[in-house]
Structure formats: structure tokens, C-alpha cells
T-cell receptor
Framework: EAQVTQNPRYLITVTGKKLTVTCSQN?????MSWYRQDPGLGLRQIYY???????DKGDVPEGYKVSRKEKRNFPLILESPSPNQTSLYFC?????????????FGPGTRLTVL | GENVEQHPSTLSVQEGDSAVIKCTYS??????FPWYKQELGKRPQLIID?????GEKKDQRIAVTLNKTAKHFSLHITETQPEDSAVYFC???????????FGKGTMLLVSP
């Protein structure tokens, strides 16, 4: 089944404790992206990647890191989480140049930073 | 960069009524305009999209219109049903680059 997966789905952590949220897709998509969703603010892009080893900042990159060592994986790293990073996070992927720009979203990761 | 404004933020209608959600964008280079539906506790999913070479697109009860000159596009849902209740997001982007900028969302409530 074609899908985007994220882990963990729920995470409660404390300020300053490094964490990684994994994202994987099995559709051979070149483009992958991370968003955070907050009430009243919609979906805001954190980082995106056009292909392996190519990443770029989105609208709200501060406090986050990403890497793209393999086409299928795009982990989101919070080196020193803070309470203002409490949010719902979505990973998404798209096939570039395939005639469709549909972004396929993962199930989401709800992060709480105490 | 691109800026997308979406209105209204909430919309309540009676079952069977029509619902219209409007978005404006700022970047004239944007040529791809999708709409996503997010049900409570679920991920956003594409429901319809339109490209800048088309003025209108329909899929059963939903339609999207695009006015490139005015830089605005709208989602129209006819004969609304309770299962249409969800948050709807518009977005704008350039099909060559894949990146999308999303509006802040509209919560649609359809009462039986």
C-alpha cells in the first residue's frame, strides 16, 4: 500500500531533551516536506527536500533540523525542544514532474514539550 | 514568498445548503491551487485542484474556480451533507517546484 508513515504518533517530552520524528514513504517520491499545524495558524512549512541530500528552509525552520540521506526517509530533529514547539506535525511527499503535485500526508505526530 | 489568505475561518450551514470558501494569493508565479480536507483527528487529503490554465473544475458536488487576474480562487460545495464537516485548506504553489503555501483553514460545520 502506497503510504507515508510517521513515528512516533504521540510524544510527550521535556524541555531540552533531543528527539527525532521519523518519516518514511514508499512511493519513490523526490519531494518531502515537514509541516506543523497549530490552531488558527494552519499548516506552516518547516523544511523541505527536493531530493536526496537537498534540503531547504520553509517558513518556520528555527529550532528544527532535517536530513535526507535516503530517498524514502526524511527525519525531523529537535535538538533542544522548547514548549513553543508543542504542536501537531505532518510529513508529506510528492512525486515531482509526474503531472500531479498532490502532497500525500503522513498520519501526524502530536508532540507535547513540557 | 507566497502569501495565501483564506476566508471565512468558520462557516456554519444547514444540510443541503451550498458553502463557499475563498482564498487569495500574492505570487503571480503560482500556477497550482489545491484544496485539502482534514477531518477531525485525520491527515489532510486532497479533494480537488486546479491549474492556472483552467478557470473552473468540477467533481460531483465540489467545484473550484480561479481568477488569475484578481489572484483569487474559491471552493464551492453544493448540497452539503454532515460528512462534509471538516477543516478545509486552500494552497498555492508552482507545479515545477512542488512547494505549497497553505491558507489558515476554514472549519465547515454542516448541521442536519
Amino acid at each position: 500500500e502506497a503510504q507515508v508513515t510517521q513515528n512516533p504518533r504521540y510524544l510527550i517530552t521535556v524541555t531540552g531533551k533531543k528527539l527525532t520524528v521519523t518519516c518514511s514513504q514508499n512511493m519513490n517520491h523526490e519531494y518531502m516536506s515537514w509541516y506543523r499545524q497549530d490552531p488558527g495558524l494552519g499548516l506552516r512549512q518547516i523544511y523541505y527536500s527536493m531530493n536526496v541530500e537537498v534540503t531547504d528552509k520553509g517558513d518556520v525552520p528555527e529550532g528544527y533540523k532535517v536530513s535526507r540521506k535516503e530517498k524514502r526517509n526524511f527525519p525531523l530533529i529537535l535538538e533542544s525542544p522548547s514548549p513553543n514547539q508543542t504542536s501537531l506535525y505532518f510529513c508529506a511527499s510528492t512525486l515531482r514532474g509526474g503531472g500531479s503535485n498532490e502532497q500525500f500526508f503522513g498520519p501526524g505526530t502530536r508532540l507535547t514539550v513540557l | 514568498g507566497e502569501n495565501v489568505e483564506q476566508h471565512p475561518s468558520t462557516l456554519s450551514v444547514q444540510e443541503g445548503d451550498s458553502a463557499v470558501i475563498k482564498c487569495t494569493y500574492s505570487d503571480s508565479a503560482s500556477n497550482y491551487f489545491p484544496w485539502y480536507k482534514q477531518e477531525l483527528g485525520k491527515r489532510p487529503q486532497l479533494i480537488i485542484d486546479i491549474r492556472s490554465n483552467v478557470g473552473e473544475k468540477k467533481d460531483q458536488r465540489i467545484a473550484v474556480t480561479l481568477n488569475k487576474t484578481a489572484k483569487h480562487f474559491s471552493l464551492h460545495i453544493t448540497e452539503t451533507q454532515p460528512e462534509d464537516s471538516a477543516v478545509y485548506f486552500c494552497a498555492a504553489g508552482n507545479s515545477g517546484y512542488s512547494t505549497l503555501t497553505f491558507g489558515k483553514g476554514t472549519m465547515l460545520l454542516v448541521s442536519p
